[in-house]
């Protein structure tokens, strides 16, 4: 049996890795030379919040945050596609 | 709706779930690392793809696996597990979707310029659709 403790102290470890790749990201948010380059990493920073935010609802006993993570999907999808309807719309 | 698993059970479905879940966290470093190093769009790509299928379905199916091992949520643990394993699916159809239609407009806007281009087929067919 593997105790909650052991766990927990598991899941924090985790979560600091993904806090790291949560700051890579936002470096490329912010230095894209381009519109798409923002966007998908945009997009990768929403689907790995979506994860985060359940690692979190384990971690605080909470189980109403995933609901969040399904909405969050939902969200980047149409970002995406906003997005590219608006560059192919600029081109005509 | 209380389920309780037995015990040796419950240890491997932990211990599933913990692994999928590193696996997670490394795929992610790796693929924010490759978007911050790749010198294109179209190239980061391919760190994109690693970053959203592998660090957000595996995990989320690995966090399930957890509170469902853990019983940590109560009554509440089986809707838990089922509704992360429904958001790692509804991820895993979108994604390519999102990836592919922006691609698609990067190209025909051709503001980053497609550099390692070997053969470019909707050019020799003719604009394409």
Redesign the interface.
Known sequence: ??P?SL?DI??MI?SS??L???T??T??VFKG?????M???I??LS??L??FL??L??LY?T?FL??G??LL??W??LF??F???Y??K??R | MEINIPSPISDVVLLIGMVLVSIGAVCDLLASIGLLRFRNFFLRMHAATVGIIGGAVVPLIGVGLIALSLNAFGSFTLPFTLLSIATASFIMVVAPIATHALANAAYRASTPKPEPLIYDAIKEEGGGS
Request: overall charge neutral; aromatic content about 12%; charged content about 15%.
């Open positions: 049996m593997i909650q766990v598991y899941l985790i890795v993904f790291l790749a949560f890579l990201y470096i490329r030379p381009t519109i798409p380059d966007v998908i990493a997009d990768c689907f790995d979506a994860v359940g690692l609802s384990v006993r189980p995933i609901t993570a399904l999907a939902l980047a999808f995406d596609l997005i590219a309807k560059i192919l600029k081109l």
